[in-house]
């Protein structure tokens, strides 16, 4: 049996962490997408090792002293295609647990059995907060008929992870092969946000073409945050940057997408940045703390 995590990162050690960290490939060498995917975002993102294993990138991040948030995305009902081990991902987080921070996922689409599944992956495994899809995964997540999970993500008081905006996932592909952009619009999360008050939710990316819709959300609810991953900083839009030394100086977190954006490369660019310098720490590390429920 899988060991439960168990979190041993020295916060006070660390100059940042990033919430969006994905785990490409099992330890069978599983893919968690279908190559096709797999082809298309990495032509996309120009990325050169898609593949590192969880011992690689904890020394990664050992060395520039952050802790990662690393996922996989069950979307095995949406592309039918078996999902990357939990228990892989989870057994060598623990085994890396002074940097790596594992999140868990679940298939929306499999109704009660997806419930089962992220109580498992909390209770049992100890994930720490759980990532979702709407695009890949083709499912709306203000669609009433997956309360039951939110109900139960909120029951178990951990944070979770929605990719919006623009998809890199099938880009470029015949009809972006059957991916709907749709449902990572972030106002379809301003019902959970509203519906489920405890329920913390992190729209994942920078929300282009929807960034204004994004910056509302993240003001107007207080379980609402925002990471900055998917995107150099050099390309955020300007309203992002703007409000984010002000009102939503509070809700943003660092986020690089690795292994497709590097923290190196990230954090070069986010230097270059207008923001005040009593901004960047709460962006790179506090805010995350706060969210983990780890801060003081």
């Known amino acids: 049996m899988t060991a439960r995590y168990e979190l041993g990162v020295d916060f006070a050690a660390l100059d940042a962490i990033d919430m969006h960290v994905h785990l490409e490939v099992d330890e069978c060498g599983h893919k968690a997408m279908p190559e096709d995917l797999f082809d298309a975002s990495a032509a996309y993102f120009k990325s050169e090792d898609r593949t590192p294993s969880l011992d690689s990138i904890a020394q990664l991040y050992r060395e520039q002293k952050m802790a990662a948030v690393v996922f996989t995305v ?13 228990e892989d991902l989870v057994e060598g987080c623990a085994r890396n647990n002074d940097v790596l ?95 489920f008050p405890h329920l913390v939710i992190i729209m ?17 609810k207080a379980n609402v945050y925002i990471d900055l991953s998917g995107w150099s900083p050099k390309y955020f839009p300007a309203s992002l940057v703007k409000m984010g030394n002000n009102v939503l100086s509070r809700k943003l977190l ?14 070069d660019a986010f230097a270059q940045l207008e923001l005040k310098d009593e901004v960047r720490p709460g962006i790179l590390k506090s805010n995350a703390m706060r969210v983990l429920g780890v801060e003081g």
């Not at 073409?209 to 993240?218: F, H, K, L």
């Open 254 to 267: 660092f986020g690089t997408d690795f292994p497709l954006i590097t923290p190196q490369k990230w954090l």
């Open 74 to 86: 069950d979307a095995r009902t949406a592309l039918g295609h078996e999902p990357n081990s939990i």
């Open 101 to 195: 921070i594992p999140f868990g996922s679940v298939d929306p689409r499999r109704g009660k059995q997806a419930i089962e599944d992220a109580r498992y992956q909390a209770e049992t495994l100890g994930v720490r907060g759980f990532k979702f899809h709407p695009s890949l995964q083709g499912f709306d997540p203000s669609d009433e008929s997956f309360y039951p999970l939110w109900e139960t993500l909120q029951e178990l008081r951990l944070p979770c992870i929605f990719h919006t905006g623009q998809n890199g996932m099938g880009a470029g592909l015949p009809g972006g092969r059957g991916i709907k952009l749709r449902y990572s619009n972030p106002l379809l999360l301003d019902d959970l946000a509203a519906d």
């Open 204 to 220: 994942a990316h920078p929300s282009v073409p929807w960034q204004d819709e994004a910056n509302s959300i993240a003001t107007h």
